[in-house]
């Protein structure tokens, strides 16, 4: 049976292979097992698969060709940048083509008077700002991974960051994308005015996580390097009065351009990895502030005694640039200083509504005594998003699979209190059983919906992002949700 | 009082009528557009301010909500809209506001009224009640459809409630103003947005550049000493009659053109008045030309062009979409109003 489905299995690759290599040249088509593994998971490797084939086209020709040839043969195709993701966006189909976007690397222009950048959707997020450095501009968004990370795949996830509480998201930093919906229509969506005719696509394309085009080539929005950015530091004695703080900053009337918080297991862990100097405590708050010089000068002023007035028992402020590096090495340094603590582990990214802290990090405790899995919290502070860290080893039997189940009790958590399953880090393949919980079933079908005025076949990134009400049915996810039973018209079973 | 659950129930008994409905509350932006049939569907009474976190920067209020409300509680907390929005009159209200998705002069520094959204509550054309996004700042789970709403005039399904994203107010803000040429006003627009400063309007009108300066004080003054110019004691009244597309410019009849274009555009083939708003990405005609040749500059440039003012019933208001954008339009709307009931044609007569 298994050597029978195998056979049938190479048969479809080896034809598959044939009518890539037809349209495309030699070295764009992979298709043996050796030249697919380092393609068969993106940054979430729990999840792995291989595809039929990858195909790593130059030209928006030949990716309209492959997404023709898709399309003709029904054969679904999941498109990927610098796999970096942590959701399994980028996970292959069995029976489908990897399209990646990897040779499209080129920033095709920069423009500083008009404050924009033409790249092709392979580029790393930090190349934008190092090229565009000797105009005194940046591209904002700045997300954890940005040495490596794909600005097509940020635009995909719909990617943040430290800075984004004042910056924006993706969505907020770009302008205009170049499309390819399956049946190869090129599309652009956005200009470089301010804002275009019609619905907001371009809204609705950025976090899409590939389900509904292609994307070819992006223009982002660039910004003016701040004159000064300045770190404060402070300490706390509990996290509720680190939380409390954020608030006091914000209502305040600062918004700061990066508010990070960490708990005391995180602390510990980045202190014994690269001795960033932080203080022993249970919370501590990093607070950047940039802009002018006068006005830096006077927010460090007014954020240092709003922080001491909100009980923090240290606060610093970085003396030169030196210093302000190792304030941020730690908390930059967490997820792998962490991961020293741990065989493995696994990190999540719900977003709650701020003033619900202390409750969800109390809730957060006891579930790691219940699944005993520790947990060490970062929290993207200023915007409530939470990234607890579960450390587990994946070699002990059983211990994943409580994990995961340690993590979905998490997101749920985040939903109840009115938030969300995924701040940046998007739903893939990872948290498609919680989008059940986050949503109704007509609100799921009003999804499966807008996919299909795009994608009418269903061929991109297939079983992705959005959920099946029978996949939610099967999942079991009979939460009461917002007063009503969450897929009342389905059967259970 | 009106409730969602009356929306519901209304655009269920439309539905099984199979007949249109016309979205409307204050009716401050009826102008805008094209006009549209059906029964009026008057959300109006569905109001209230329904949660709001100073502290957070989030507030969710319903679709009727008046905008004046909106901000009066804002300014309470020392807050406000950052997109500036126009009302069009004391009658403005919240869900207006979102669907016609306008902004104010502040808009390229801060972002536009679709930034700001967060989530809305909506009802489709099946009668189903949809909740898309919510209160917090980062949300990626499903597609982006409350910012797809904005915009949209009401065409994807009736908004019932809205949550923003909102700003403090600058602690200090001033507003100069420079005697220049067209050219020389460009150009230091141009150089001046390159710069880290804090700008927060940029407009070129009768021969006058109007700087705003928001943010903290010391902030602001320095940046008074490097621009020059002299404080203009009426700009606020300036930014606010700009916001309002009123004062000396706007007023009278006639057609008025609203031109979205890249900011470094230069001439614009457009006869007629022009001011210049946005740093130069938005241009602002007052012109008799033939529609045709108004799209077509607009299109030559790189944007689009709308006309905001002074058309005549079932003329085309905005710039027509390329065929295959068209299509992907008509589509996406029939995933949301498949038989065409919410505010028919409103934009363009396709759809």
């Given amino acids: 049976m298994t050597a029978a489905l195998d056979h049938d299995r190479h048969q479809a690759q080896h034809a598959l292979a044939e009518a890539l290599r037809a349209i495309l040249p030699a070295t764009a088509v992979l298709a043996s097992d050796e030249s697919l593994r380092p393609y068969e998971c993106d940054g979430l490797s729990a999840y792995r698969q291989l595809p039929l084939a990858v195909v790593l086209p130059e030209t928006v020709e030949q990716v309209q060709a492959i997404l023709r040839l898709c399309h003709a043969r029904m054969i679904p195709v999941v498109a990927r940048g610098a796999g970096t993701g942590l959701s399994g966006g980028a996970l292959p189909h069995a029976d489908g083509v990897l399209l990646s976007l990897a040779r499209f690397n080129k920033i095709l222009s920069i423009d500083p008077e008009q404050r924009i950048a033409r790249v092709q959707p392979g580029v790393r997020n930090l190349a934008i700002s190092e090229a565009t450095k000797p105009y005194g501009l940046y591209y904002a968004p700045d997300p954890s991974s940005q040495i490596a990370c794909s600005i097509g795949g940020n635009v995909a996830e719909n990617s943040g960051g430290v800075h984004c509480l004042k910056y924006g998201l993706t969505v907020h930093n770009i302008l205009r994308v170049e499309m390819l919906t399956l049946d190869g229509e090129l599309l652009t969506l956005g200009s470089e005015a301010l804002d275009s005719a019609g619905y907001d696509l371009l809204a609705l394309i950025t976090g899409s996580e590939g389900m509904l085009g292609v994307i070819t080539e992006i223009t982002v929005r660039l910004l003016p390097i701040p004159e000064r950015a300045q770190v404060v530091l402070a300490a706390f004695d509990a996290i509720e009065k680190a939380g409390q703080a954020v608030g006091d900053i914000i209502g305040a009337g600062v918004i700061p351009a990066g508010l990070e918080m960490m708990d005391r297991l995180a602390i510990r862990a980045a202190e014994d990895f690269v001795h960033a100097g932080y203080p022993e405590c249970e919370a501590i708050l990093l607070c950047e502030l940039d802009g002018t010089n006068e006005e830096v000068s006077q927010h460090i002023l007014q954020v240092r005694e709003l922080l001491l007035a909100a009980g923090a028992i240290e606060v610093r402020t970085e003396r030169d640039e030196a210093e302000r590096l190792r304030f941020w090495k730690g908390r930059k340094a967490a997820f792998p200083a962490v991961g020293r603590l741990s065989p493995d582990y696994y990190c999540m990214d719900g977003t709650i509504p701020r003033r619900h802290l202390p409750q969800v990090l109390k809730r957060i405790g006891e579930l790691s005594r219940e699944y005993h899995l520790p947990v060490a919290n970062v929290f993207h502070a200023g915007d409530g998003n939470l990234h607890p860290l579960i450390l587990y080893d994946a070699n002990k039997p059983g211990e994943l699979e409580r994990t995961e189940a340690f993590g979905g009790k998490i997101l749920e958590l985040c939903v109840a209190v009115g938030g969300t399953i995924t701040g940046e880090h998007g739903v893939g393949m990872e948290k498609i059983d919680q989008m059940c919980v986050q949503f109704q079933a007509a609100e799921l079908q009003q999804f499966h919906a807008v996919k299909a005025a795009f994608d009418p076949d269903g061929l991109l990134n297939p079983g992705k992002a959005v959920p099946t009400l029978h996949r939610c049915a099967e999942f079991g996810a009979m939460h009461v949700h917002r007063g009503q039973l969450a897929h009342p018209d389905l059967e259970r079973f | ?351």
Wanted: proline residues 5%.
């Fill in chain 2, 1 to 351: 009082m009106l409730t969602a659950a009356d929306i519901v129930e209304q655009v269920r008994a439309a539905a099984a009528r199979n007949s249109a409905l016309a979205i409307c509350a204050g009716g401050s932006k009826d102008f805008l557009g094209r006009r549209t049939q059906g029964t009026p569907l008057d959300v109006s009474d569905l109001r209230g301010i329904v949660h709001y976190e100073p502290t957070e920067l989030v507030i969710t209020a319903r679709a009727g909500t008046p905008l004046a409300e909106i901000e009066a509680t804002l300014a309470e907390r020392g807050q406000m809209l950052g997109f500036e929005p126009p009302h069009f009159g004391p009658t403005a209200t919240l869900g207006g506001t979102i669907a016609c998705g306008l902004s104010g002069p502040a808009r390229p520094f801060r972002g536009a009224a679709r930034d700001f959204v967060l989530g809305a509550k909506i009802v489709n054309a099946k009668g189903e009640m949809l909740s898309f996004g919510g209160e917090v700042m980062k949300n990626v789970a499903g597609y982006d459809v409350s910012r797809l709403l904005c915009g949209a005039y009401g065409t994807l399904g009736v908004v019932l409630e809205i949550s923003l994203k909102v700003l403090p107010r600058p602690a200090s803000e001033i507003t100069l103003a420079l005697e220049l040429d067209e050219g020389d006003a460009c150009a230091r627009m141009r150089d001046w947005q390159r710069a880290p400063l804090p700008l927060s309007g940029l407009c070129y009108a009768g021969n006058r550049l109007y700087v705003r300066l928001s943010g903290a004080e010391q902030a602001v003054g320095a940046a008074r000493r490097r621009l020059g110019g002299e404080v203009d004691m009426r700009g606020a009244a300036f930014w606010e009659q700009l916001r309002e597309q009123r004062g000396a410019f706007f007023d009278g009849g006639g057609e008025l053109w609203r031109l979205s274009v890249p900011p470094t555009t230069h001439a614009l083939a457009v006869t007629g008045q022009q001011l210049i708003d946005w740093g130069g990405a938005l241009r602002w005609f007052k012109t008799a030309q033939d529609a045709t040749r108004v799209f077509a500059a607009a299109r030559a440039a790189g944007g689009h062009a709308m006309r905001f003012r002074g058309a005549a019933d079932a003329q085309q208001i905005f710039q027509p979409l390329p065929a295959p954008l068209l299509a992907l339009h008509r589509r996406l709307k029939q995933a949301f109003d498949p038989h065409g009931m919410f505010n028919p044609g409103r934009m363009y007569a396709e759809f």
